[in-house]
Nanobody, 123 residues
Framework: QVQLVESGGGSVQPGESLRLSCAPS????????IGWFRQVPGHERETVSC????????YYADSVKGLFTISGDNVKKTVDFQMDTQKPEDTAVYYC????????????????WGQGTQVTVSS
């Protein structure tokens, strides 16, 4: 079974932090690189970050470099996303999905998606 389950969304004030977690199904854990994507209503979906299982560098969109951190937990088998110093423009639905390194910014190349979790940054 192919499944990605997100958790950890919510509402925070500007400057605060939030942590998202993605739990892929067992079969996906060893087969796919997993990442985080986001979409604002009326805008295209955006690749925010992808983790590299081959121990290479992770990918981060320029807008989140130095602020957000992606990590994999091999015990819990989750891909976590620490979002620090959040801004109102980070407000979006965040999705966990598979990454395709041959076209990391092309979200249409991602084969599998979670249902999404809302993140709202507002004062």
């Amino acid at each position: 079974q192919v499944q990605l389950v997100e958790s950890g969304g919510g509402s925070v004030q500007p400057g605060e932090s939030l942590r998202l977690s993605c739990a892929p199904s067992e079969s996906m854990w060893t087969q796919y690189d997993i990442g985080w994507f986001r979409q604002v209503p009326g805008h295209e979906r955006e690749t925010v970050s992808c983790i590299n299982r081959s121990q290479g560098p992770s990918y981060y969109a320029d807008s989140v470099k130095g602020l957000f951190t992606i990590s994999g937990d091999n015990v819990k088998k989750t891909v976590d996303f620490q979002m620090d110093t959040q801004k109102p423009e980070d407000t979006a639905v965040y999705y966990c999905a598979t990454c395709f390194w041959g076209g990391i910014q092309n979200t249409q190349l991602s084969d599998y998606w979670g249902q999404g979790t809302q993140v709202t940054v507002s004062s």
